[in-house]
């Protein structure tokens, strides 16, 4: 952390050096949890059945959307710990993590009580049906009931992690990841206590986390901690806090409505089990691309930098070889996907007909993978080098703008494949775009340096 | 710690505050930062000015749009370099640094929260009445109408509250956050300017300075 206050060193420093410095701890952390996402799949598909992969595949976007409330708060909260932090100033620091201790105990519980109360409801609007819904609606009962905690988990370990710890941070994630790993297969295999078992290992293993990051606060010693006078709401941190952590909920809650769109179509056109290949696929997928979102942690500072300090062969440097790394990554995800369907499939379920449904849409998926980390580094870059437009239209492009008008015009004709077709052309027209801008802005800088 | 006297001005737009400031600088021989306090802060971390000040004038932007921009870009995990906040953070750096070598006089940039704990520090708000501001502001720009003038006014007085209070602890415009609060339309511009200085001197005596 005392690296990043004194920026100079990114204009200076061995680019490589430097871009797996910063993109290091960032892909340690969004790899862990996209492999306990996978490892729970696993779990539950052997120990409980087929369906059981849908029926958690179903809770997926509810989770999301607790976890997006918990990032608002977290994010949000953070960001104002270390402007405050930033500026020595210890007691408006103190308020925000009473504040955030607060708030995320209100949100949690309200959380919880609609959430339950609606379960059902909600569950069927996901796309669950009356054979996927007890499991969905099992595991789902538990999550709410620990809803609390994950709340107050999520936004003070980000409190924490901007406060100057973000090694006991990473910690804490990785606690969770390991209690989980211990937990599930003792409550699953050995109890048997089916989907219910994995949600308690989930809850239990964050209620584990809470008491680490509760430690850490409550402790004196450390210069951030409770005490009392700081838990009442302030309008003013309030505000704050949903200011900045609007963003990311926003984001979140795009990714939710995303998903129950797919949900939904494959629910129409491939029924229950179709709903559990994507969860497959899908877990899978987001191992690779939260590698290619850890890399462009890691280049936005260094890009953004020498792009300021008008050091343009560094920022073509990191450039390239971010994009070089990002398509070995996806490029890998691709031959995998291609090549070995049924092994990986065969890893979550024993069911035949599941595995043959998620062998054939991951090959369709993953068919525009090897362009793809393209796309998302350039709409990365474009970020980094101010041209925020761009990097929101594109960041966009792939995920909301070209997919959702495929989701809705695809399946009527192709069914279940129309679903899976949709992923990739919508990928590959956004990489097209993508790369055009590119070309755009190395062509507009080029011409202007000619000028001068 | 030099016992440097710093002028901390926040101030309405169009209350002429950057016109004061800088007599405030030039009578006392002290040095005179606002906009110059970007390219400073700049310099002190190896940027290139310009690009500088474009980062700087996101900040004029919907600030909810910001933060998709943020997020996206990764500042939820690591704070991005040229966020608004860390921005912020470097200017404060500066003002902090520029306090200790000089005394000088600083407009804008929660300049008086960033030297809350400095003794030396007198801070002044100067708001003025609409129709002085209109005035004010019609001089420096031609060919715009009254209306339009107090459209810009309230967005500029917004923006700055919005920026002030989000980053201080205190509320911005109102006078138990500063020194001094100074209505410039009470005794004109050239007068309030002697009231300051008058104001300023006798506190920097009070302090042990003579000016």
Request: charged content about 15%; proline content about 2%; glycine content about 8%.
């Amino acid at each position: 952390m005392t690296e990043k206050n004194s920026p100079a060193i990114l204009g200076t420093g061995n680019i490589k050096r430097l871009l797996l410095e910063y993109s290091g701890p960032a892909i340690i952390a969004m790899m862990t949890s996209s492999l306990y996402n996978i490892i729970d799949r696993i779990f539950i598909g052997k120990g409980v059945g087929a369906l059981a992969i849908s029926g958690l595949a179903l809770t997926f976007p509810l989770m999301n959307l607790a976890a997006a409330f918990g990032a608002m708060i977290g994010a949000g909260g953070a960001t104002l710990v270390s402007i405050k932090l930033g500026q020595k100033d210890k007691a408006s620091a103190e308020m925000v993590l009473g504040n955030v201790f607060t708030l995320n105990v209100i949100l949690g519980v309200i959380f919880m009580a609609l959430g339950l109360y609606f379960l059902d409801e909600i569950l069927y609007i996901f796309g669950a049906s009356e054979n996927t819904l007890p499991y969905a609606r099992d595991f789902m009962q538990v999550i709410l009931i620990g809803n609390v905690v994950t709340h107050l988990y999520l936004g003070l370990n980000s409190v924490m992690r901007s406060s100057g710890n973000p090694n006991k941070a990473m910690i804490t994630t990785l606690l969770t990841v390991v209690v989980n790993l211990i937990l599930a297969p003792i409550f699953i295999f050995y109890f048997n206590w089916g989907i219910r078992g994995a949600a308690t290992a989930t809850v239990l293993a964050q209620v584990a986390a809470l008491i680490f990051v509760l430690v850490h606060f409550a402790d004196k010693r450390n210069f951030l901690h409770f005490q009392s006078g700081i838990y009442k709401l302030k309008k003013r941190i309030v505000s704050g806090i949903f200011s900045i952590g609007m963003a990311p909920f926003v984001m979140h809650a795009c990714s939710c409505l995303v998903i129950i769109i797919i949900n939904n179509a494959l629910q129409s056109h491939g029924g229950d089990l179709a709903i559990g290949a994507f969860g497959i696929i899908n877990g899978i997928v987001m191992l690779f691309v939260m590698l290619v979102m850890g890399l462009n942690q890691g280049m936005q500072p260094i890009a953004g930098y020498n792009f300021g300090a008008n050091l343009h062969d560094r920022v073509r440097q990191v450039l390239k070889l971010t994009l070089i790394y990002a398509t070995i990554v996806t490029t890998v995800a691709f031959l995998l996907g291609e090549l070995l369907p049924y092994q990986i499939a065969r890893l979550f379920t024993n069911d035949q007909e599941l595995i043959e449904i998620s062998a054939r849409g991951m090959r369709i998926v993953v068919a525009a993978f090897p362009i793809v980390g393209m796309q998302m580094v350039v709409a990365n870059f474009f970020q980094s080098i101010g041209r925020a437009q761009w990097a929101i239209f594109l960041s966009a492009s792939r995920q909301l703008l070209f997919l959702l008008p495929l989701l809705l015009l695809l399946p009527s004709h192709f069914d279940t494949n129309g679903v899976w077709l949709s992923m990739p052309i919508s990928d590959a027209i956004a990489t097209f775009i993508a790369c055009g801008l590119l070309y755009a802005e190395f062509k507009r800088k080029k011409k202007s340096k000619e000028e001068n | 710690m030099g016992k440097n006297i710093i002028i901390s001005i926040g101030r309405q737009f169009g209350a002429g505050g950057r016109r004061i400031g800088k007599a405030l600088a030039e009578a006392l021989n002290f040095d005179y930062y606002d906009n110059e306090l970007i390219t400073a802060t700049a310099k002190e971390c190896g940027l290139d000015p310009e690009f500088f000040k474009k980062a700087d004038e996101k900040s004029e932007k919907n600030y909810f749009l910001q933060q998709i921009e943020e997020y996206i870009s990764g500042g939820f995990f690591t704070n991005s370099l040229l966020s608004n906040d860390q921005l912020f953070k470097l200017q404060s750096d500066t003002i902090r640094k520029l306090a200790e070598e000089k005394p000088c006089v600083i407009v804008g940039r929660c300049s008086d929260y960033v030297l809350r704990d400095n003794p030396y520090c007198i801070s002044i708000f100067l708001h003025s009445s609409d129709e002085d501001r209109i005035e004010r502001i019609k001089k420096r720009m031609e060919g715009v109408s009254d209306d339009e003038i107090t459209d810009m006014m309230k967005l500029a007085d917004k923006r700055r509250a919005h920026y002030y209070n989000f980053y201080s602890n205190k509320t911005w415009g109102m006078s138990s956050t500063y020194t001094l609060s100074v209505d410039v339309s009470a005794l004109g511009e050239k007068q309030t300017i002697d009231f300051l200085l008058a104001f300023i001197k006798q506190k920097a005596h009070q302090l042990g300075v003579d000016l």
